[in-house]
């Protein structure tokens, strides 16, 4: 057995640098290796890192590891409370941050737009979106799937569900970087948090005017049932209203993105599982299943510990942060057969990418719905879709893995 420490030495070697950033799993790998439990100081003053699956797992589904006191770590990782205050206001008040009761509250009072009668209402308008949005590049013989279909697609969705318009959509996507470069920065910059509370203030002015339309006029929209819980006073106050329709609109953008663009870059660069559903396009929903698991969008999430407490060994204290290396423990082979492999036949992926417990994403399905659209119309339409490049351009974001360009060819 381990001997007991309260602060094991730190890591010798930064562990996220450009090859983490191109890829991380050789270095998932080895810490996985090296003992289940690692203190690093690169993240937010210091953390406790999990790699392995079970551990992973049973952080993210136990109360003690709280998601509510990471609000406070985020609002407090790049600047002085004064400057912050908006932003801190707001961001404590979203659904991602918020344990029990709160969290059961607002998600019972989210959950209807994505339940599966709500989403097979759906599938129509998303096949429409990616209709027109690859109808668009018939005559490129090069073009950016990230800037052209990954990007947008998501945007056009969420806003549906919500019921919003009006926004430019360039203008959501900036919001939305802003948001995932300071929450996804091991150690944000001053400067990423006022850009991250510029882009989130704007981002409630925008729902401000789009809550005044729907008082005007509701409709069944996701807003306008929102804005009818906050009458009821299900909903406590505009602070926590807006708060929820920001995290919305920048979950249902991020997460999406990354999984269209990691996914076909997987799928592509594995020309043989691309040609099995060339051949069997029902495979498309296991296939979205395993590329999560395979190349997670989100990388690692982080929860407070609330009371003192003795894991593999080391001791824990109150307020600790431990990071859950998601991108880790679905590479586990303690979990998987031949993690380091893609195989869209795997028989039960079981990623852990969208958390597990009562925090599971909010917007799963929406997003795995979202992909199987995607990737079937691509195949239906370019079936010798190829890369452009074998080299790709990885966004700069160890918790939000992405591409920032994937540039493809069809024929």
């Known amino acids: 057995m381990n001997a007991v420490l ?18 991380p799993y050789p270095a998932y790998r080895a810490l996985r290796e090296a003992g289940p439990i690692h203190w690093s100081e690169e993240f937010f003053g210091g953390a406790w890192l999990l790699t392995r699956h079970a ?3 049973g952080v993210l589904r136990d109360a003690r590891f709280s998601a509510q006191r990471t609000g406070g770590w985020v609002n407090q990782a790049a600047a002085e409370r004064g400057e912050l205050a908006g932003f801190q206001q707001l961001f404590a008040r979203a659904l991602l941050f918020l344990d029990a009761p709160d969290h059961g509250r607002l998600r019972a009072l989210l959950q209807p737009a994505f339940r599966p009668e709500a ?16 109808d668009g590049l018939d005559d490129a013989d090069e073009f950016d799937f990230i800037a052209q279909v990954a990007r947008p697609l998501p945007v056009r969705v969420i806003s549906t569900i919500l019921g919003i318009s009006g926004a430019d959509r360039a203008e959501v996507m900036a919001w939305s970087d802003d948001l995932a470069a300071f929450i996804g920065a091991p150690e944000p910059t001053h400067e990423q948090a006022r850009r991250a509370q510029a882009s989130l203030l704007a981002m409630t002015r925008y729902f401000q005017a789009q809550i005044s339309a729907k008082r005007e006029a509701p409709d069944d929209s996701l807003l306008s049932s929102l804005l009818q819980a906050r009458e009821r006073g299900e909903i406590q106050g505009e602070a926590e209203l807006l708060a929820q329709c920001a995290m919305l609109l920048f979950a249902g953008h991020e997460t999406t993105r990354n999984l269209l663009g990691n996914g076909l870059f997987a799928l592509l660069s594995h020309p043989d599982q691309w040609a099995l559903l ?18 997670s969008p989100v990388q690692y999430t982080g929860r407070r510990v609330t ?13 600790d942060l431990v990071l859950a290396l998601i991108g880790a423990a679905n590479r586990d082979p303690a979990r998987h057969e031949r993690p380091e492999e893609l195989d869209i036949t795997r028989a039960d992926p079981g990623a852990l990418s969208f958390g597990s417990g ?4 909010l917007g799963a399905a929406l997003t795995r719905l979202e992909a199987e659209v995607v990737f079937g119309r691509l195949l239906a339409r370019w079936p010798h879709l190829q890369l452009a490049s074998t080299e790709p351009r990885w966004c700069a974001n160890p918790a939000y893995r992405g591409l920032a360009a994937l540039p493809l060819r069809h024929a």
């Open 6 to 23: 309260s602060r094991p030495p730190a890591a010798e070697r930064p562990l996220v640098d450009a090859a983490f950033l191109a890829d």
């Open 55 to 57: 551990d992973v797992e």
């Open 119 to 134: 989403l097979a209402r759906l599938k129509p308008e998303i096949a429409r979106i990616a209709d027109e949005l690859i």
């Open 278 to 295: 060339q051949q069997d396009s029902s495979l498309v929903p296991g296939a979205v299943r395993e590329l999560l698991r395979y190349d």
């Open 307 to 319: 009371t003192d407490l003795m894991l593999h060994g080391q001791r824990l204290r109150r307020g």
């Open 358 to 361: 009562v925090h599971v994403c």
